[in-house]
């Protein structure tokens, strides 16, 4: 196994920096010269730069990471954080500067030379086989040509064990949670026992106790003497477990700091330009600092019958396999009210989703929107009764990857820009140039592919869409949020607010609680198919929801 | 392996990491503009193939102990020694047009193709059936041929659009369906080829062909230029229109978005209110038309007379230029172009320098693995950067 460079006392939760060995409250210097860790450092970048075409993604980046450190990387979606750790991982080549590793040279030929010399990843998307169990997915890298399922799956349960990593080693992908399968790519980067671990956004799938046990994870990790570069945008983790912060902005380094906890309303104002108090509540909440979630201001909310504009009755949803996923649910949304959905994921969220979308069979029941029944109405039925979706998996549902921004962001809509069949190209990527400036859509121009988009840039896109809708009295977010940023967040909750005040009513479902209780006017929870309560928006309410959301009826 | 870790650990060769994943975070990686319909390196890059793969070829003729100067010559001879040879090779490269055409216009919807030989002979069967029992050829206004093209429009359109109601509402694989709808084409004709109650001429004696009898003149297509050694017949500014009507159909229409997007993404260009089933439908039905219109055009043009063996394979010949066309529709006419002039120096590099003509097929195939190789190395450096 690894050999222990330098034991730690440090414990799960220990104070910031305990690991690094510099001098106490060392400068934020933006190049950390002064503030490098005793440990000769493990890896070494200097004066890297990364262009893809004319985007200069990465610019004259300089930075250290120790043995036994866990060096979190913050920053913005686009700022760069996935294309550094990618050149680290030698996905890409730099365009300009060295990278040494242990001291030697490193110029990875590609993923697979990184993982020879000691470095492994956790990709923000998982690539396991959902058909295989835990063992065989773990097999697969193998070389030698008989699987020992056996060996490997002792194996897992030992690393398992050492680091807090629970798993059955045959069960299959497919029946494990988000939350496990991450771990299942966790296991597998450290059976080849890293000197360097790279966790990229590992938090932004996760439960809130099962971020807390990923972290306890990486302290482990790091305590075992590799080193663990841990990319995220949430403050509360960084508090937890960094020994040292570097903030991306932009492609670059914009500040470092040795004792973040101490440091957290500096390192924000780098990353986002901003300062924590100014933020708006929702889009504080995604930064995961649970003192920023506060309940505003919420709007009256009228109990008057022909306000009603969605009206659920008695819904059930089936799977394709006959399980009940929406168990006879019952739900009214008002006219510029937003009702949030809470709710662990795979509760029933989804189906009802698709279903009030038009995208699955509705089983039983019946709902409405503004008087109109629109059970088993197709979509293009629901989208002309004014219902606009952002639905939860935006990449599957929400748009065509490789389709233009343009024909993207007015994909629903399309046949208004054409006569006698034929497409007005001009008139649509200037109508799409003025939305993507009225929902400030970042893209390199209204013609180029909609996958060259940051998750956030794509999420403003598919709402611009949905909200500049015709005729829009409902609108169904669902995760609307989901790996998005501060400023993302912040801009796709203003959007959703202001529909609202225009008397759309909101149906919001997230599995972010905090979310919720700053943008939602009242919250229902939803477990196993049925909504089990309904509260305030309010912070006081947390537990209440969190235990109906763990099934222990209010 | 090189430089293994200190580790135990079996370090594995493949990384099972995405590089989907890498690219698609990469802002600013624009993607190739190929989908578009202007030359570009997508267009040129057969060329290469051509080349190279000719080359091979010239490198077997060798192997075979025949004299390269001898095989060239019977190639050029055959394919370009004179105003009749010309003339076929265009009239065959007329066909795999079509069929490219309509293999590219599916695939934008992500359908492939690859019943063009069923097409073509439900084509042939329906343009025969007209010509001789409709009572056409003394129609006026040119009516006594475009009716007959007209029906085996119909016919291959109908033969298509089977697929493509299996394919929108029952699931089942078109490359399935339009494979073995081929094979049942291909052997309606030649039944109808051997009932006499059917296409079969008449039994004047126990010598009488399995065939149909000669369609009227007046049913098959005229020559452009009566007076010229080149007696192209008027499918070639039909298939040029036809082609060019397609590439403006899948670049410039609401519906040609649309068969995109039902191709690139089905779950989402339902939710955007497209017609799913409707659109599948219409990209394989247009298709087929297209393979029934070459049909007629075979029987029209060139064979007046139906028999068995009629549709010659053309129809897997013209869904290979499709697959090389790599979705252009210029790409078709070139590769169409090449096929045909590719078959005729064939053909002739058989009879006068003994090649077996099953070289051609070999170059071909060698074509398609060179631009298929090229085409996977440039996209695999594309995503990466």
Redesign the interface.
Same mark, same amino acid.
């Given at each position: 196994m690894v050999t222990v460079v330098e034991p730690s006392v440090a414990d799960t939760a220990a104070p910031a920096g305990a690991l690094v060995a510099g001098p106490a409250g060392s400068t934020a210097g933006i190049t950390g010269g002064g503030a490098a860790p005793a440990v000769a450092p493990l890896l070494a970048l200097s004066g890297i730069s990364k262009a893809f075409g004319a985007l200069k993604v990465l610019e004259g980046i300089s930075l250290e990471v120790a043995p036994g450190e866990i060096h979190c990387l913050l920053g913005e979606n686009g700022a760069g954080k996935s294309t550094l750790c990618n050149l680290v991982f030698g996905v890409h080549k730099p365009d300009a500067g060295e990278m040494r590793l242990g001291g030697e040279l490193y110029q990875p030929k590609g993923p697979a030379d990184a993982l020879a010399r000691g470095i492994a990843m956790v990709h923000q998307h998982f690539s396991l086989v959902h058909d295989f169990t835990v063992v065989d997915n773990l097999l697969l890298g193998q070389e030698r040509g008989i699987l020992d399922r056996r060996g490997c799956a002792a194996k897992v349960r030992a690393l398992g064990e050492q680091y807090g990593l629970p798993l059955d080693p045959y069960a299959k992908i497919d029946d494990l949670a988000v939350g496990e399968r991450q771990r299942v790519e966790i296991v597998k980067c450290l059976m080849r026992s890293p000197r360097l671990l790279v966790l990229d956004e590992p938090t932004a799938v996760l439960l809130p106790a099962e971020i807390e046990s990923l972290l306890q994870v990486c302290r482990r990790v790091a305590a075992q003497g590799c080193a663990v570069v841990l990319v995220t945008h949430k403050l509360a983790e960084i508090k937890k477990v960094a020994d040292r912060v570097s903030v991306l902005r932009a492609g670059q380094f914009v500040a470092k700091s040795d004792s973040p906890a101490t440091d957290i309303d500096r390192l924000v104002r780098a990353m986002i330009q901003r300062d924590l108090a100014g933020l708006d509540a929702a889009a504080a909440s995604t930064l995961g600092t649970e003192s920023a979630v506060e309940a505003p201001a919420k709007a009256e909310i009228s109990g008057e019958r022909q306000n009603e504009i969605l009206q659920v009755d008695g819904l059930t949803v089936h799977d394709t396999q006959g399980v009940t996923r929406v168990d006879k649910l019952t739900l009214i949304v008002n006219r510029g009210e937003i009702v949030g959905i809470a709710g662990v994921e795979g509760n029933g969220q989804s189906e009802l989703g698709a279903a009030l979308s038009g995208m699955t069979r509705v089983t039983e029941g019946r709902f409405f929107v503004g008087g109109v029944e629109l059970t088993g109405a197709s979509p293009k039925q629901i989208t002309a009764a004014g219902v606009g979706v952002v639905p939860e998996d935006r990449h599957a549902v929400g748009c065509i990857t490789d389709m233009s921004v343009a024909e993207n962001m007015f994909l629903n809509r399309m046949k208004s820009f054409t006569r006698y069949g034929f497409l007005n190209r001009a008139g649509l990527m200037s109508e799409a140039r003025e939305l993507m400036g009225r929902f400030d859509v970042r893209a390199a121009g209204a013609e180029v592919p909609f996958r060259s988009l940051s998750g956030g840039n794509q999420q403003k896109a598919v709402l611009a869409r949905e909200i500049t809708m015709g005729g829009l009295v409902f609108l169904l977010a669902a995760q609307p949020t989901r790996g998005l940023d501060v400023g993302a967040v912040e801009a796709v909750f203003s959007h959703i607010r202001a529909a609202c005040q225009r008397g759309v009513g909101v149906l919001l479902i997230s599995s972010e609680l905090d979310e919720l209780i700053s943008v939602a006017d009242r919250i229902v929870v939803m477990y196993r198919g049925r909504i089990v309560g309904e509260c305030k928006a309010d912070p006081a309410e947390r537990d209440r929801m969190g235990a109906m959301m763990a099934g222990h009826a209010a | 392996?090189? &430089? &293994?870790? $200190?580790?135990? /650990?079996? *370090? $594995?060769? *493949?990384?099972?990491?995405?590089? +989907?994943?890498?690219s #698609?975070? @990469?802002? #600013?990686? /624009?993607?190739t503009p190929q989908r578009f319909p202007l030359p570009d390196i997508g267009v040129m890059l057969p060329f290469g193939a051509v080349i190279a793969a000719l080359l091979v070829g010239v490198m077997l003729v060798a192997a075979l102990g025949v004299p390269i100067k001898d095989a060239i010559a019977a190639f050029l001879d055959g394919a370009f020694g004179s105003a009749y040879v010309i003339t076929e090779s265009i009239h065959r490269a007329l066909v795999f047009a079509l069929i490219g055409t309509g293999f590219v216009l599916a695939d934008r919807a992500n359908l492939t193709n690859v019943g063009g030989e069923g097409q073509i002979a439900m084509g042939g069967i329906a343009s025969t059936a007209i010509c001789l029992y409709g009572g056409v050829s003394h129609l006026p206004l040119g009516l006594s041929f475009i009716l007959p093209m007209l029906g085996a429009t119909l016919a291959g359109m109908a033969w298509g659009a089977i697929a493509g109601v299996l394919k929108a509402k029952g699931g089942t694989n078109e490359v399935i369906s339009t494979l073995l709808l081929s094979f049942i084409g291909v052997w309606l004709l030649y039944w109808s080829v051997q009932s006499t109650a059917l296409l079969r001429r008449p039994m004047t004696g126990s010598a009488t062909l399995p065939e149909s009898l000669e369609i009227p003149d007046a049913t098959k297509l005229p020559v452009m230029f009566p007076d010229s050694d080149f007696a192209l017949h008027i499918g070639l500014p039909l298939t040029l229109v036809l082609a060019i009507v397609v590439a403006v159909v899948l670049n410039?229409?609401?519906?040609g978005?649309?068969l +995109? $997007?039902v191709g690139?993404?089905p779950? %989402? @260009?339902?939710? &955007?209110?497209?017609p799913i089933a409707r659109n599948i439908i219409l990209a394989l039905a247009l298709a087929g038309a297209l393979g029934g219109l070459a049909g007629a055009m075979m029987l029209q043009g060139q064979q007046t007379v139906l028999k068995a063996g009629f549709s010659s394979g053309y129809g897997y010949d013209g869904l290979v230029v499709g697959l090389l066309a790599r979705r252009s529709i210029t790409g078709v006419i070139a590769g169409a172009l090449l096929f045909g002039f590719l078959r005729s120096g064939g053909i002739n590099m058989e009879m006068v320098a003994a090649v077996p003509t099953a070289l051609v097929t070999v170059i071909q195939g060698l074509i398609i693995l060179t631009i298929a190789g090229i085409a996977f190395i440039t996209e695999k450096k594309g995503r %990466? $950067?």
């Open positions: - | 392996m090189s &430089a &293994a870790p $200190a580790s135990g /650990a079996g *370090a $594995a060769a *493949a990384p099972v990491s995405d590089p +989907k994943s890498a #698609g975070s @990469a802002p #600013g990686s /624009a993607g410039r229409t609401l519906f978005l649309q +995109k $997007a690139l993404n779950t %989402a @260009a339902r939710r &955007a209110g497209m %990466a $950067a």
